[in-house]
């Protein structure tokens, strides 16, 4: 009888041990998706964290983060020992002891119900908090089962905390456990929280700060030192009495550190790189088909992201920026005074506030709301309320209307500069704007507008292609250009900036530099604009350009990046080179994941290419350049030179800047997003007063930086012969004058008023000229050894004895650096 009794238990057991095997590798397993996923052995070898990537400059600093989860990891010798044994003491008294199961604590859960605390190890919260094990695909389909999902999910807990011990220090588990954890405020693990609440490392914690960041455990948000002070002194109390109940902490120590209150110090993230910014937002774009094809997620994968800007000079770009763009601000309002500033190109003014509320998303529904009702929905525009707007002199807090911040916003001026070496394709500056914090969109690779002037280099490079040279000639007159239009035959009369003609015959180079309108219209006819068009999408404008006589004049919307680039090809020997933004990425232990090199394509020879440069130089050397402003800056030393082009759109509604060096190429933008916002004047609005000031001011600083890595110097010299005569030079007369910008005059439809303007040519001789032109054919290139006459501008008075012997250099050289 005993026997059979022995035996029946026996088979009982044998069943029910047979049973919770089937049943345990039904639960691994996830039979007919009952149970969810379940950590396997290869997870367990390779635990992933949500940790996010960091953001660096190519010379290592941090400056911005990509994180779902703000977390950085630390090893365990990084963690303060308080913080060790403030968690031991409240979480898992007995973590040495157990093998990730408290058998002892689940007994005590059982038998008071819970009354007397849980029965979670820290291994088993690790488990929940690594693997997720009650969320997502975790979950199966017994989810919809209220008392039997808590079963299975505390099941697998066990089974991976059991996992995770035998496969896992002590140590190990400690360390990811605060690795991990949440402490509120989007700060996830120890070193995030040391930092976003005490401003210090993990390891420099103090004992009270330890057991504050502890007791957040329990309630991120309950407990929060900076929303519930009260409750947070409250319960770091309570972990210092289980540090003292534990033998961490004496009875002495527990009275004195009781009594002492929150010390919190909120701080950042080093280097500010918990903020968003253009730069962030731009590698994020840039990244995005990697990513995809690689594998990768940004804001989960812990990847070290190092980019190709440099921190000394986007620091000089950044100064700069602010610096100018606070002069223009005030710039705009003193010229506006208490006028609405919206005005269309024939100069009659537009209701933007209204236009721009009637886009907003939210207008369509309180249209629909209030049955079209014009007053209720103008009483929601009207109704102020608090709001922080940008300034200046930092944020400020106001009451505002949303009809308000239209207004004021409507008035903004912002910018963008893009700074590229071009031999190398690393894009080393990049300000997308002057706050990202209000104002996302990216001028430098989102915003497209009019180029103006600054797009009449590629009809110069499609004369240089055709066969012309820079001493080719044609002359400042009067130019009506007929062109086609749906069948019909209809005129285009470009203006000068100054809306007069000098009957001169000017050099390329000279047209150029002084940007000379009728010339360039001339020179467009004669190449042809669809050649212009050609020549500017070989070295690297991708947006769709219209192919009108007025092309050459910058009608077309183009980005900053994309003018960078192209004139990234002229410095670059004619290579057109892709420009790069990041250099190579890394893991957490830096192991290369991916280097990045620039892609590159011949698109000039390298004469035609070293010729463009020797025209650029030409805003700076030739009379009347529209670059010869920036001789207010220290940028003249040892030889130095330095090449640019000036643009300003109809109206005044867009100023460039691009410039370039021996070593970089520099694009800036100017301007409101609200186009019919605009300067009045060419004194006040125009590239050269707006844009190229903050060029000026920029290279200034990297010049005088003996560690910018940057230096002065003259241009290359030509590798290849210089087969067309650059011996030009032109001459100059001594008067009083004033230098403009010309403007473009950039659509076939727009004019504009005559701006107040000193002519720079005496009238007699105006006269004189026009008599002379009458021998000239029509829209035909000059050929002449005699220099004409012109003007000398006291700026270039003060320079002229400098370069005098530079000149002198150029008449006997034709092949390298003159």
């Not at 919770?20 to 390779?46: E, H, M, V």
Request: net charge positive.
């Amino acid at each position: 009888m005993f026997r059979e009794i022995k035996n029946r238990y026996i088979r009982y057991i044998t069943i029910f041990v047979f049973f919770l095997i089937i049943f345990f590798c039904a639960l691994q397993l996830n039979f007919l998706w009952l149970f969810g996923y379940s950590p396997r052995y290869t997870d367990i070898k390779k635990p992933s964290q949500r940790v996010g990537s960091e953001l660096y400059t190519a010379d290592g600093k941090l400056i911005g983060r990509y994180f779902k989860e703000n977390r950085t990891p630390v090893d365990y010798n990084e963690i303060a020992p308080s913080i060790i044994n403030a968690l031991v003491a409240t979480e898992d008294i007995r973590f040495y002891k157990h093998s990730g199961i408290d058998i002892q604590a689940v007994g005590r859960a059982v038998i008071g119900m819970g009354k007397d605390g849980g029965a979670s190890t820290i291994t088993q919260q690790l488990a929940k908090n690594l693997y997720r094990t009650r969320y997502g695909k975790s979950s199966g389909l017994i989810k919809h089962i209220p008392v039997v999902r808590t079963m299975i999910s505390k099941l697998k807990e066990w089974m991976t905390a059991l996992k995770l011990e035998s496969n896992y220090s002590k140590n190990d588990i400690i360390t990811m456990y605060l690795n991990t954890v949440s402490f509120g405020n989007n700060a996830y693990g120890i070193k995030t929280a040391a930092r976003i609440y005490f401003d210090k490392e993990a390891k420099a914690l103090n004992t009270n700060e330890a057991a504050l960041l502890v007791g957040m455990l329990k309630g991120p948000n309950l407990y929060n030192p900076l929303k519930s002070p009260d409750k947070a002194l409250e319960r770091r109390n309570t972990v210092l009495k289980q540090m003292n109940k534990y033998k961490y902490l004496n009875a002495d120590s527990l009275a004195l550190l009781s009594k002492q209150p929150l010390q919190t110090k909120e701080g950042k993230l080093k280097d500010g790189g918990n903020g968003d910014s253009y730069l962030r937002a731009a590698v994020d774009k840039y990244l995005e088909k990697w990513c995809e094809e690689n594998g990768f997620d940004l804001y989960v994968d812990g990847l070290k992201i190092y980019t190709t800007i440099d921190s000394k000079l986007q620091g000089y770009a950044e100064e700069a920026v602010k610096d100018q763009m606070r002069i223009i601000q005030r710039r705009f309002y003193s010229v506006w005074g208490n006028e609405d500033p919206w005005e269309d190109s024939e100069r009659k003014k537009v209701n933007y506030p209204e236009r721009a509320k009637k886009n907003l998303p939210i207008y369509a529904m309180l249209v629909k709301k209030y049955n079209n009702n014009a007053d209720s929905i103008d009483a929601y525009f009207n109704k102020k309320k608090k709001m922080t707007i940008f300034s200046y002199k930092g944020d400020r807090d106001t009451l505002f209307s949303t009809i308000d911040s239209i207004r004021y916003y409507g008035k903004i001026m912002n910018t963008g500069m893009m700074t590229m070496e071009p031999k190398s394709g690393k894009i080393k500056v990049w300000v997308g704007g002057i706050d990202h914090k209000f104002f996302k969109y990216d001028h430098v690779n989102q915003a497209k507008r009019q180029a103006g002037s600054t797009f009449k280099p590629f009809a110069y490079l499609a004369a240089l292609e055709s066969g012309m040279g820079p001493c080719d000639t044609f002359v400042d007159k009067p130019v009506k250009i007929a062109y086609q239009n749906g069948g019909k035959t209809e005129y285009w009369e470009p203006k000068n900036a100054d809306w007069s003609n000098t009957y001169q015959a000017m050099s390329l180079r000279w047209a150029m530099g002084k940007s000379v309108n009728t010339v360039t219209a001339q020179v467009t006819e004669k190449v042809g604009w669809d050649n212009v068009v050609k020549w500017a999408h070989e070295c690297g404008i991708e947006s769709h350009l219209e192919s009108v006589p007025s092309v050459s004049l910058g009608p077309n919307d183009v980005s900053v990046f994309e003018m960078v680039r192209a004139y990234g090809t002229f410095l670059n020997e004619g290579i057109k080179t892709e420009p790069i933004l990041v250099e190579k990425i890394t893991d957490q232990n830096d192991r290369i994941i991916e280097e990045f090199v620039a892609k590159t394509k011949r698109a000039l020879s390298e004469e035609i290419s070293w010729l463009m440069l020797y025209m650029f130089r030409g805003g700076m050397e030739e009379p009347g350049g529209t670059s010869q402003a920036l001789w207010e800056w220290d940028l003249w030393k040892k030889n130095n030179q330095i090449g640019g082009k000036t643009g300003t759109s109809s109206d005044y509604v867009d100023a460039w800047y691009m410039g370039i060096t021996k070593d970089l190429v520099t694009g800036i933008w100017v301007g409101c997003d609200e186009r019919t916002a605009h300067f009045k004047n060419g004194e006040t609005g125009e590239g050269s007063r707006t844009a190229l000031p903050i060029f000026g001011k920029f290279m200034e600083k990297v010049y005088q930086d003996p560690n910018s890595g940057y230096t002065y110097g003259p241009f290359p010299k030509a590798k290849v012969e210089i087969t067309r005569n650059i011996n030009c030079p032109t001459q100059r007369q001594e008067t009083d004058t004033i230098v403009v910008d010309s403007l473009a005059i950039d659509s076939l439809e727009n004019t504009m008023e005559d701006p107040i303007i000193e002519e720079t040519i005496p009238k007699p001789e105006v006269e004189v000229q026009k008599k002379e032109e009458k021998k000239i054919p029509e829209n035909q290139p000059i050929k002449q050894n005699t220099p004409p006459i012109v003007p000398l501008t006291k700026k270039e008075e003060r320079e002229l004895k400098r370069k005098e012997k530079q000149e002198e250099k150029e008449k006997k050289k034709i092949v390298g650096n003159p």
